[in-house]
Nanobody
Framework: QVRLVESGGGLVQAGGSLRLSCAAS????????MGWYRQAPGKQRELVAS???????NYADSVKGRFTISRDNAKITVYLQMNSLKPEDTAVYYC?????????????WGQGTLVTVSS
């Protein structure tokens, strides 16, 4: 069974930085896309950033230029470096892996890590 474990959330002042990590446990191969999503209170979950197996990245407009997503395929880990944080970045952040087993496409979510940015 594949599990994702996130770490790195916490409380930070506006303008500060945090680095989130998401590591997979269990056997997982052929990961296509790794991504970070977030959900603020009263809002829908939204994509923050994603990275493909080939390294192509995609960012929400609200985080472009401030956040950087990267992955370590050997460690089956994805990172999110968050700089110049704003109070509106406050949310629970979830990592997501989309992978393939034979001809079946699957996805797994982490449990979430809370990021709180104070003004």
């Amino acid at each position: 069974q594949v599990r994702l474990v996130e770490s790195g959330g916490g409380l930070v002042q506006a303008g500060g930085s945090l680095r989130l990590s998401c590591a997979a446990s269990g056997s997982i191969f052929s990961i296509n896309t790794m991504g970070w999503y977030r959900q603020a209170p009263g809002k829908q979950r939204e994509l923050v950033a994603s990275i493909t197996r080939g390294g192509s990245t995609n960012y929400a407009d609200s985080v472009k230029g401030r956040f950087t997503i990267s992955r370590d395929n050997a460690k089956i880990t994805v990172y999110l470096q968050m700089n110049s944080l704003k109070p509106e970045d406050t949310a629970v952040y979830y990592c997501n892996y989309r992978y393939q087993v034979s001809s079946t496409y699957l996805e797994v979510w982490g449990q979430g890590t809370l990021v709180t940015v104070s003004s």
